[in-house]
């Protein structure tokens, strides 16, 4: 899997059928790995795959479960008892071909250790047959979870499911397939579910649910730090972490700045133990004629990351204490885990790897899948491995592909294995097990302060779905009064049972600790108007701890909306002109405020006056829905949209509202290369483009080039007809209607570049 520029991912591109993963300009798929080389690659027992593994000093790998307690396990959710609550994929590309895939297959499972040796030895089924699920969260009264198309609510007495479940969105997933829909509903801090691939996020209030835009995220597995940013990744890079806390910059519906929070953090390098030659396209290679190199010639190993999967920042108590808050990274083709050291310096991070040129898990086991990783209750990290021989799916299987599984046999068994592995620091103490569903109080609260993340967060959700109003006192005092990570927890917590007020912000606002500051600021957006004005004066007045806390002030300011307030925010952003986010969090807090501030701030930036007028005008919802296309263009228009979120996936790399995504793809919205000439736009959905490319005034250099669409069977004239006139009349976009006939005339005429991306300037 690799990454694209313009208009999709190669992912994107290819038929459902195996070997369709083919790409035309692809003739050479010679086998750049000698056979001599090629270990076999058998069914490891449990115990044989432990053998296998090689791991950072000072550590020791040990399963938790095993088959046939566990079959191709995805992700998991620990209930406040600590019992682990697993997605069981296993109607997962069953074959070679992956028939039968859309049978429901799949089970939600909850295991257990009852013996408290650390490893689980009964299972209980929960949810069986279950297409393909996904993603899950756990309820005190039920299960939020994703199968392959729909979100559903499963109420539960214990551990037994009651009824039959409740369909809250019946096509939350939308189009596309297997290996891009959305999966992760990660509780976070600010007591929303966040998702990875995907622009929604969720969130329970009084029994129903509400689900809301956010920033589109990755691919596969999201994470979160202390302070509720959140993390996520690509197929082709390991890491992206944000700086700002999720929507802290999307809170006035007029106005829509562009912004990218979004830090690479650390190399995508990979260090295998073993030669990796079941690699999609491992046949790229010089020496077949390529310009790309996928294998090190010499180690013929993965040189970058190709299939990184569900990652989390370690925030545990098991490891070494200079290991908390490393990211780790799941690379189930290359089978290993990465780690990433996160450092941080006025609020913005960035990576390095603490090992050099070796991973912090790797295994010569080439079944070993790891997919997911997770902080677990006893402070150790877990590792989640699918255990099978087939990880990329029927879509994108190239006939090199096919064939490399095929010769060792990694086609077979189609059902029967999965692990889940407990990594722990030979030198650290675990946690010992506890129910913090059953802790009532002030010996709940108290939780909140642990130094284990899950104690912390596990608590905060029991407080929030049980919002006992005995317990407001404590968090008011520990907001107050507690630790950092504490306090933030407690302001959440309230936030979370609707009960947070001025008052539980009052000492957090004035706090020297800058992430203590900044989340009382972002909380500030939260409280209802009376509350917020009760703040208007001592915010104001305040002076940020730290640069990294000036957008949560701008953003509280505008959203106070008093003269006293926009005064002070006119200050700031004349003080810190070039300071990062700050315009971008003014304009966020100031919806319905823009006309007085506009007044009062006499501001000579264009970018800012331009979105203050906006916002006045109410332009954004004044403008006209939909496409003003009819008859034959509209149905064009219809079948467009419906491929740019189905069969081409192009919202993977350009986000489902054509804003673009972050390493992968530029905007759709607002471009040039969009709305100019059709058949420039056709020009490069047939023979695709390389970067780098600038859209709106910005430069876009993402690490691959985009291919062409021309090359696939599947997208004929018509197709990419319907592609162009959607994207061209969707969003902001209104342009003129493209023909099959203009595909077919620009097909014709650049014929003899089969598939060679153009550059910008050559499409001048």
């Given at each position: 899997m690799r990454l694209r520029l313009l208009l999709s991912s190669s992912l994107c591109l290819l038929p459902l059928a195996a070997q369709q993963g083919d790409r035309k300009e692809h003739g050479n798929m010679a086998a750049v790995v000698p056979e001599n080389l090629i270990p076999p690659s058998p069914v490891l027992s449990p115990a044989e795959a432990l053998e296998s593994f090689q791991l950072a000093p000072g550590f020791i790998i040990e399963a938790v479960a095993t088959e046939p307690l566990v079959e191709k396990p995805v992700c998991l959710d620990f209930d406040p008892a600590g019992r682990i609550w697993v997605c069981e994929m296993r109607g997962y590309m069953p074959d070679i071909d992956g028939k039968g895939e859309n049978i429901p297959e799949g089970r939600i499972s909850v295991l257990e250790d009852r013996d408290g040796d650390g490893k689980a030895e009964h299972r209980t089924v929960f949810l069986d047959k279950v297409l393909l699920p996904r993603a899950l969260a756990v309820f005190d009264d039920g299960i939020l979870f994703l199968d392959e198309h729909r979100l559903l609510w499963a109420?539960?007495?214990?551990?037994?499911?009651?009824?039959?479940?409740?369909?809250?969105?019946?096509?939350?997933?939308?189009?596309?397939?297997?290996?891009?829909?959305?999966?992760?509903?990660?509780?976070?801090?600010?007591?929303?579910?966040?998702?990875?691939?995907?622009?929604?996020?969720?969130?329970?209030?009084?029994?129903?649910?509400?689900?809301?835009?956010?920033?589109?995220?990755?691919?596969?597995?999201?994470?979160?730090?202390?302070w509720g940013r959140l993390y996520h990744n690509h197929n082709s890079a390991f890491l992206f972490g944000e700086s700002l806390a999720p929507n802290l910059l999307t809170g006035n519906p007029a106005v829509k700045p562009k912004y990218q929070d979004g830090n690479a953090l650390g190399s995508n390098r990979t260090w295998p133990i073993r030669v990796t030659p079941a690699i999609n396209r491992a046949y790229m290679a010089k020496s077949n004629g390529y310009r790309e190199q996928t294998l090190d010639p010499k180690t013929h190993k993965l040189i970058n990351c190709t299939a990184a999967a569900g990652l989390t920042l370690y925030r545990g108590t098991n490891f070494p204490s200079d290991w908390y808050g490393h990211g780790f990274a799941t690379e189930s083709a290359a089978n290993l885990v990465k780690a990433i050291r996160i450092s941080e310096k006025d609020g913005k991070q960035s990576g390095s790897h603490p090992l050099g040129e070796k991973e912090f898990l790797a295994s010569t086991d080439e079944r070993f899948r790891p997919v997911n990783a997770y902080t677990a209750p006893d402070g150790s990290l877990y590792v989640?491995?699918?255990?099978?021989?087939?990880?990329?799916?029927?879509?994108?299987?190239?006939?090199?592909?096919?064939?490399?599984?095929?010769?060792?046999?990694?086609?077979?068994?189609?059902?029967?294995?999965?692990?889940?592995?407990?990594?722990?620091?030979?030198?650290?103490?675990?946690?010992?097990?506890?129910?913090?569903g059953a802790l009532q109080g002030l010996e709940l609260v108290k939780m909140l302060a642990h130094p284990n993340a899950w104690h912390r967060e596990t608590a905060q959700r029991v407080l929030v779905q049980r919002a006992d109003a005995s317990c407001i006192p404590h968090l008011a005092t520990l907001a107050a009064r507690g630790n950092p990570v504490a306090r933030v927890h407690a302001i959440w917590t309230l936030e979370g049972m609707g009960k947070l007020q001025a008052s539980h912000l009052s000492d957090a606002l004035k706090n020297k600790h800058p992430k203590v500051q900044s989340s009382a600021l972002w909380a500030v957006a939260g409280l209802d108007s009376m509350e917020r004005a009760k703040l208007a004066t001592s915010l104001a007045s305040l002076s940020p701890t730290a640069p990294e806390a000036d957008p949560y002030l701008a953003r509280a300011l505008g959203s106070v909306g008093s003269n006293d307030a926009l005064e002070a925010l006119a200050r700031l952003l004349n003080q810190k002109p070039a300071a990062r986010f700050v315009r971008e969090a003014a304009i966020s807090g100031l919806h319905g405020h823009e006309a007085a501030f506009k007044s009062i701030a006499k501001t000579q930036d264009k970018a800012l006056i331009a979105w203050l007028d906006q916002g006045t005008s109410n332009a954004a919802t004044k403008a006209p829905k939909g496409p003003t296309l009819k008859g034959a263009e509209l149905e064009s228009w219809k079948r467009g949209k419906a491929l740019y979120a189905g069969e081409a996936v192009c919202f993977s790399c350009h986000g489902p509202d054509g804003s673009g995504v972050q390493a992968l793809g530029p905007p759709l919205d607002h471009s040039e290369w969009v709305t100019g000439k059709p058949e420039t736009l056709v020009k490069i959905l047939l023979h695709g483009m390389t970067g780098p490319v600038t859209v709106d005034g910005q430069t876009y250099r993402p690490s691959a080039d985009m291919p062409a669409l021309g090359m696939n069977p599947m997208f004929t004239d018509q197709k990419l007809a319907d592609i162009s006139t959607y994207i061209r009349n969707e969003w902001s976009n209104k342009a003129s209607a493209v023909q099959a006939t203009e595909v077919a005339r620009q097909r014709e005429a650049t014929k003899a570049r089969s598939g060679r991306p153009w550059t910008a300037p050559e499409l001048k």
């Amino acid at each position: 899997m690799r990454l694209r520029l313009l208009l999709s991912s190669s992912l994107c591109l290819l038929p459902l059928a195996a070997q369709q993963g083919d790409r035309k300009e692809h003739g050479n798929m010679a086998a750049v790995v000698p056979e001599n080389l090629i270990p076999p690659s058998p069914v490891l027992s449990p115990a044989e795959a432990l053998e296998s593994f090689q791991l950072a000093p000072g550590f020791i790998i040990e399963a938790v479960a095993t088959e046939p307690l566990v079959e191709k396990p995805v992700c998991l959710d620990f209930d406040p008892a600590g019992r682990i609550w697993v997605c069981e994929m296993r109607g997962y590309m069953p074959d070679i071909d992956g028939k039968g895939e859309n049978i429901p297959e799949g089970r939600i499972s909850v295991l257990e250790d009852r013996d408290g040796d650390g490893k689980a030895e009964h299972r209980t089924v929960f949810l069986d047959k279950v297409l393909l699920p996904r993603a899950l969260a756990v309820f005190d009264d039920g299960i939020l979870f994703l199968d392959e198309h729909r979100l559903l609510w499963a109420k539960r007495d214990g551990l037994k499911a009651i009824g039959v479940p409740e369909v809250i969105d019946g096509n939350f997933n939308g189009g596309g397939n297997v290996e891009h829909k959305p999966n992760g509903l990660m509780p976070n801090l600010d007591n929303w579910l966040y998702l990875a691939k995907s622009n929604k996020r969720i969130r329970r209030v009084n029994g129903s649910w509400k689900i809301e835009p956010t920033f589109f995220r990755g691919q596969w597995g999201i994470a979160r730090d202390d302070w509720g940013r959140l993390y996520h990744n690509h197929n082709s890079a390991f890491l992206f972490g944000e700086s700002l806390a999720p929507n802290l910059l999307t809170g006035n519906p007029a106005v829509k700045p562009k912004y990218q929070d979004g830090n690479a953090l650390g190399s995508n390098r990979t260090w295998p133990i073993r030669v990796t030659p079941a690699i999609n396209r491992a046949y790229m290679a010089k020496s077949n004629g390529y310009r790309e190199q996928t294998l090190d010639p010499k180690t013929h190993k993965l040189i970058n990351c190709t299939a990184a999967a569900g990652l989390t920042l370690y925030r545990g108590t098991n490891f070494p204490s200079d290991w908390y808050g490393h990211g780790f990274a799941t690379e189930s083709a290359a089978n290993l885990v990465k780690a990433i050291r996160i450092s941080e310096k006025d609020g913005k991070q960035s990576g390095s790897h603490p090992l050099g040129e070796k991973e912090f898990l790797a295994s010569t086991d080439e079944r070993f899948r790891p997919v997911n990783a997770y902080t677990a209750p006893d402070g150790s990290l877990y590792v989640v491995d699918m255990y099978h021989g087939i990880i990329q799916h029927k879509t994108y299987q190239t006939s090199y592909l096919r064939q490399q599984h095929l010769a060792r046999g990694l086609d077979k068994p189609g059902f029967g294995h999965g692990r889940i592995y407990r990594i722990r620091s030979s030198s650290g103490k675990l946690e010992p097990k506890i129910d913090i569903g059953a802790l009532q109080g002030l010996e709940l609260v108290k939780m909140l302060a642990h130094p284990n993340a899950w104690h912390r967060e596990t608590a905060q959700r029991v407080l929030v779905q049980r919002a006992d109003a005995s317990c407001i006192p404590h968090l008011a005092t520990l907001a107050a009064r507690g630790n950092p990570v504490a306090r933030v927890h407690a302001i959440w917590t309230l936030e979370g049972m609707g009960k947070l007020q001025a008052s539980h912000l009052s000492d957090a606002l004035k706090n020297k600790h800058p992430k203590v500051q900044s989340s009382a600021l972002w909380a500030v957006a939260g409280l209802d108007s009376m509350e917020r004005a009760k703040l208007a004066t001592s915010l104001a007045s305040l002076s940020p701890t730290a640069p990294e806390a000036d957008p949560y002030l701008a953003r509280a300011l505008g959203s106070v909306g008093s003269n006293d307030a926009l005064e002070a925010l006119a200050r700031l952003l004349n003080q810190k002109p070039a300071a990062r986010f700050v315009r971008e969090a003014a304009i966020s807090g100031l919806h319905g405020h823009e006309a007085a501030f506009k007044s009062i701030a006499k501001t000579q930036d264009k970018a800012l006056i331009a979105w203050l007028d906006q916002g006045t005008s109410n332009a954004a919802t004044k403008a006209p829905k939909g496409p003003t296309l009819k008859g034959a263009e509209l149905e064009s228009w219809k079948r467009g949209k419906a491929l740019y979120a189905g069969e081409a996936v192009c919202f993977s790399c350009h986000g489902p509202d054509g804003s673009g995504v972050q390493a992968l793809g530029p905007p759709l919205d607002h471009s040039e290369w969009v709305t100019g000439k059709p058949e420039t736009l056709v020009k490069i959905l047939l023979h695709g483009m390389t970067g780098p490319v600038t859209v709106d005034g910005q430069t876009y250099r993402p690490s691959a080039d985009m291919p062409a669409l021309g090359m696939n069977p599947m997208f004929t004239d018509q197709k990419l007809a319907d592609i162009s006139t959607y994207i061209r009349n969707e969003w902001s976009n209104k342009a003129s209607a493209v023909q099959a006939t203009e595909v077919a005339r620009q097909r014709e005429a650049t014929k003899a570049r089969s598939g060679r991306p153009w550059t910008a300037p050559e499409l001048k």
